[in-house]
């Protein structure tokens, strides 16, 4: 049996999955680290965090498949049978601690057979090439400091050059007003990036820059393709958008295939979580591994995750297309060399509203409760929740829209606001799938669908009452780190090809429409009545 170990590095939490040769989950952690809002529409993460909690997940996913085979192969040997060891079948010393786990678990780590990233796709870090050290905290995706800095750009006629070379809109969602704002903000950051002294990275880069001792400095196209700075026609950095942004091109990482032997970990901290001189073999931003998880390899397969926030990707194949409504175009994980497209819908907010009740108005105390809450009604009273806590994604692209809640009477239950919640996270992923729709002339006839919120049954049935097509659940939701997995196994040997990975599916869950449509045409005009009441609230 061969396993592979799926870092999933997110917005909240870094998780990891064990996986084995047939995709099953062997073992999981996770580990949230902190959410720093220095102001308003600032988000910041300490990338020091970041890594710190990524290694912890690593490190206990691995004890917790140590575990699990040993009680395994002692249950077997109990049984009378006998029984090769496993090769990750370390058993625990008497009176070892956590700590001391972890030289066991490096032992295990040896024995895999390589890893595979996925992550937060447009934060962005800048560090100290000699000292390995962040000059400022990771800025977010989700930040909207460069707003005005983007509406400069757009004054100055530059959005057309933007959108033919990268398919993204200019937006601070994305890296490369992040990188020029470091750059000017941080005492001498300029002159060191022009002197090549600095690097920057996506959240991927700065993983692999720290797992291998500061050997590797790379990305690879899919994450790439959202800095606002990489030509995704032809598939380099782009001279005349780094000279737009200001951004020194020593600072940029070598780009490389998402699926490859990428590395080796070299780095002596990664003992401590068992990752010592394993074989780096996969990489991609979250939601491009998330559409190869769900084996969306066929032009118009669609997938949505249910994450932080919400992404809807169709894949579009070979071929180049430019969004005439407000999608952006980006590059999708090629298993083949060839540059490969996606049409992409972003929205900011989606399971984030969910930890917003939870932290913010206090009305549920962990997030699963969020399902039992809403079921306490059985409507949403006529309350909307337009959660624009961080400006509006596809299709509006509006940073400034501010968050509202309407509709409140005096008999509104908190079980009201918990379903308004639950259902503005499936109105805003209507309304990027009707964009898609008009994009492409081929409506989508199935959504697959992935996330952590994915397992609630009443999000899913009321976006198929919407969307009025069926919503697809796979067994196994952890697509992202699966797609991920794929990615390092196949360029270590582990599946061949994609033909491989297609008898690995397993069998899911079909929400069918049920609403009537005239209902949920109604109910989408109030939702866009309450959208269109958000928009520009915050404008300058």
């Given at each position: 049996m061969a396993y592979i170990l799926s870092l999933d590095q997110g917005t909240?939490?870094?998780?990891?999955?064990?996986?084995?040769?047939?995709?099953?989950?062997?073992?999981?952690?996770?580990?949230?680290?902190?959410?720093?809002?220095?102001?308003?529409?600032?988000?910041?993460?300490?990338?020091e965090a970041i890594l710190g909690a990524q290694l912890e997940a690593a490190a206990e996913a691995i004890e917790r498949?140590?575990?699990?085979?040993r009680q395994l192969g002692d249950a077997t040997s109990r049984a009378g049978i006998p029984c090769r060891q496993s090769k990750l079948a370390l058993k625990r010393p008497a009176g070892a601690t956590k700590r001391k786990v972890a030289?066991?678990?490096?032992?295990?780590?040896?024995?895999?057979?390589?890893?595979?990233?996925a992550n937060q796709r447009e934060t962005a870090i800048v560090w100290d090439r000699e000292t390995g050290q962040p000059i400022y905290n990771a800025i977010v995706w989700q930040?909207?400091?460069?707003?005005?800095?983007?509406?400069?750009?757009?004054?100055?006629?530059?959005?057309?050059?933007?959108?033919?070379?990268?398919?993204l809109v200019i937006d601070s969602y994305f890296s490369g007003t992040k990188i020029s704002w470091i750059l000017d903000h941080v005492a001498g950051a300029r002159q060191r990036a022009e002197a090549g002294k600095l690097a920057f990275g996506t959240v991927d880069s700065w993983l692999i820059w720290n797992l291998t001792g500061g050997q590797r400095h790379v990305t690879d196209f899919t994450n790439a393709s959202r800095t606002m700075l990489f030509n995704i026609r032809t598939g380099q950095w782009d001279a005349e958008l780094l000279r737009l942004l200001r951004v020194p091109e020593s600072l940029m990482p070598e780009v490389v295939a998402s699926s490859g032997r990428i590395a080796t970990t070299k780095m002596t901290a990664t003992a401590s979580s068992g990752l010592g001189a394993v074989t780096l073999a996969g990489m991609a931003g979250d939601q491009q591994a998330a559409l190869l998880g769900q084996l969306c390899l066929t032009p118009g397969?669609?997938?949505?995750?249910?994450?932080?926030?919400?992404?809807?990707?169709?894949?579009?194949?070979?071929?180049?297309?430019?969004?005439?409504?407000?999608?952006?175009?980006t590059l999708?994980?090629?298993?083949?060399?060839?540059?490969?497209?996606?049409?992409?819908g972003s929205v900011f907010i989606?399971?984030?509203?969910?930890?917003?009740?939870?932290?913010?108005?206090?009305?549920?105390?962990n997030s699963a409760e969020i399902g039992a809450l809403a079921r306490t009604v059985p409507d949403n009273?006529?309350?909307?929740?337009?959660?624009?806590?961080?400006?509006?994604?596809?299709?509006?692209?509006?940073?400034?829209?501010?968050?509202?809640?309407?509709?409140?009477?005096r008999d509104t239950q908190p079980g009201h606001i918990a379903r308004a919640a639950e259902e503005c996270i499936a109105f805003q992923v209507a309304d990027v799938v009707e964009a898609m729709d008009r994009e492409t002339g081929e409506p989508v006839g199935e959504l697959r669908v992935d996330g952590g919120a994915a397992v609630d049954d009443l999000l899913l049935q009321f976006q198929a009452d919407l969307l009025g097509i069926p919503v697809v659940r796979p067994a196994n939701t952890e697509t992202t780190a699966l797609g991920a997995a794929y990615l390092a196994g196949l360029a270590v040997g582990v599946w061949d090809g994609a033909g491989a990975l297609r008898h690995l599916r397993r069998d899911e869950v079909r929400f069918t429409p049920r609403l009537d449509r005239g209902v949920a045409a109604a109910l989408r005009r109030r939702w866009q009545a309450a959208v269109a009441r958000s928009r520009g609230w915050d404008q300058p």
């Open positions: 909240t939490s870094s998780r990891a999955i064990v996986f084995d040769e047939h995709g099953g989950v062997v073992a999981s952690a996770q580990r949230e680290f902190p959410q720093i809002y220095p102001q308003a529409g600032w988000v910041e993460h300490d990338p498949a140590i575990n699990k085979w030289s066991h678990a490096g032992a295990a780590a040896r024995q895999l057979a390589g890893i595979g990233i930040d909207r400091r460069t707003a005005e800095h983007c509406d400069r750009l757009r004054a100055e006629g530059a959005e057309a050059a933007v959108r033919e070379k990268t398919g397969e669609a997938k949505n995750t249910y994450g932080t926030g919400c992404f809807l990707l169709k894949h579009i194949g070979g071929k180049f297309v430019l969004s005439s409504q407000r999608l952006v175009t999708a994980c090629s298993l083949d060399g060839k540059l490969a497209y996606a049409l992409e989606g399971g984030a509203v969910v930890q917003w009740l939870r932290d913010n108005l206090k009305l549920i105390r009273g006529g309350v909307v929740l337009v959660p624009a806590f961080v400006g509006l994604g596809a299709p509006h692209w509006d940073p400034y829209a501010g968050g509202l809640l309407i509709g409140l009477r």
